[in-house]
């Protein structure tokens, strides 16, 4: 049984930036962070194994970095250059084992968090 608590959203302009946080228990190997829009399906963001592989949508690549501290168990996510685009409810997931090339589909995690909503204005 994996737990996961996200935190760190918020509101900020185009082109700040915000850094999020999630708590987890156990030491799943796969996790990651994914977003859902309105009326828009959730999408995977980025992601990391135990192994230190990581993986990231075109769409956030150099301007997103997911890391994770195994002392704190806390997954980051950081977040730069933010655009309007950027704006939905982020969602950190969690598994024992998913494929290097499957990392970014929710369809392969079991455990999710329950969500922070990321707001960036023009």
């Known amino acids: 049984q994996v737990q996961l608590v996200e935190s760190g959203g918020g509101s900020v302009q185009a082109g700040g930036s915000l850094r999020l ?39 956030v690549k150099g301007r997103f970095t997911i890391s994770k501290d195994i002392v704190k168990n806390t997954l980051y996510l950081q977040m730069n250059s933010l655009k309007p685009e950027d704006t939905a409810m982020y969602y950190c997931a969690a598994d024992w084992w998913v494929e290097y090339g499957r990392l970014l589909s929710s369809y392969e995690y079991k455990y999710w968090g329950q969500g922070t909503q990321v707001t960036v204005s023009s």
């Open 21 to 59: 946080s999630c708590a987890y228990t156990n030491v799943p190997f796969s996790m990651g962070w994914f977003r859902q829009a309105p009326g828009k399906e959730r999408e995977g963001v980025a992601a990391i194994r135990t192994d230190g592989s990581t993986t990231y949508a075109d769409s």
